[in-house]
Every structure is written in C-alpha cells, then in structure tokens.
C-alpha cells in the first residue's frame, strides 16, 4: 500500500488471530490540579497491558470545541533488551503535556523485570523474548493508540505524536518510524544504534536466544532513518555517558536526507 511502511525483516508484524477487545475507559481521577487520569489494561492474545489516559481538567464551559492532541509516552528505563512497566514515578514526565493542553497516552512494553540485578537468567531471557515478540515495543504503541482512539472521542487523529526519553526516546523514534499515525517525534536522548550499545552484552544475548543480536540490529532507529517522514525533535546531551554523541549526530545527517524536517 503506497505510504505505508513495511517492517523489514526482523520486524515483522506477528500473525495473531485473537482479536483484541478493548475495556471501557472508565471513570478517570484527578492525580494533580487540572489533571484527570483513566487507567485500563488492555489484553493482546492473553498479554496484559497498562495503559493511562491523561486528560485536561477543565469546567465544562471552558472546554474548546477544537478535538486535543496527543502525546504517545512510552515509559523510561529500560535496557533495551527487555520491556517496562508504567511506574508512579513516571508521571511527572507525562503531566506538563497534560498541563499544556495535550491528552498523554503512556503505556507499558511486554518483557519488564521487576528487579533486573536479582532476576534468574531465565526470566531475563523470557522478558528478552517477550520484548522481541512485541517488535520492541511497536506493537504495545499501537495498541496503546489504537484504544485511545477508539475510546476517546475528543482526540484529534491529526495530531498524533509520540515522545520520550533514554530509552522511551529509543521507541519513540521507531514508532514515528512505522506508525503513520504519528504526526511529529520529541527525542531525548535517544539510542539510534542499538546493537551497538549493546555489542558487549549480544553474544550472552545470543546463546540463550538465538537470532537476537540481529533483533537488536533491526530494531535500531538508525537502521530505518528513511521511514522517519514527520517533524522530529531530537535532543542529546554531550555529557551523557551512556550514548556516544555521534550517535545522535549520525541518525540527525541521515534524518536529513529524507522528507522529514529535523531539529537537533
């Protein structure tokens, strides 16, 4: 279909024929001044996932009639080669949007570990496998949207857009990459380059799960720069000493060839 990217190897759609029933969104509660939050799980083939629906609090007569935009918001934290859970201390990241007039979907990826340094191998390459199923957090992403969108009438689908940081910044970058819903990308610090972060640590990886070096490989922001047709945002700093600048750099010159304009 013209315009619509196609997963490349590695990233395939996986084939799953249950169908994904979506709750109600329920009564919200207010978590900070002006601020009202709805929290659901959503089931994908019997995988659980938390999902917050922030919404801006305002009297009924000050509501505009203009629909709100929306702010995708994966959760922080993650290694990379497992998931994460939604955590309390995610959400000051998520209120000023909210506060700024945004709706703000923030939502978990498959393959969190509770406790990373006490975790047995096997449930870390559980958790591995889970985040690989799961396209790196793609498919939560789009489940993620797809629920909002079809439980709050209020949003704008023409205004779509995704942020993060550190590793939220990572899937932020592929999903404005894959989803074609995603109108614009703020990326904080992101990892462009994987496989390469992680290169110590792939052949561990590989002995135990085979084939996920090149998951790690395709899963790269980097390797899909030319996908990436919306306005982009992206911020590094030259003190971070987990990402090598030059990372940023690179995916920035390549952003640069292609349709999308980019701001570093």
Known sequence: MPGKPTPPPGLPAKANTTPVVFPELGPGRVVEPGV????????????????????????????????????????????????MALAEGDRPEHYPYVKAGFAVVAFEIDGHVANTPEASDAALVNCSREVRDARAGLDNAKAALDFALAKVPTLDTERVYVAGHSSAATLALLVAEFEPRVKACAAYAPCPDVASLLAPFTPDLESDLRGFGEFLKISSPQMHAEQLNCPLFLFYAEDDTAVRVRQSVNFYERVRLTKASAVI
Request: net charge positive; charged share 15%; glycine share 8%.
């Open 36 to 83: 009202t939050v709805h929290e659901v799980t959503i089931n994908r083939g019997g995988v659980p996932m938390k999902v917050w629906v922030y919404l801006p609090q305002k009297p009924v007569e000050k509501v505009p009639a203009e629909k709100l935009a929306l702010v995708l918001v994966p959760p922080a934290g993650s290694t990379l080669c497992v998931g």
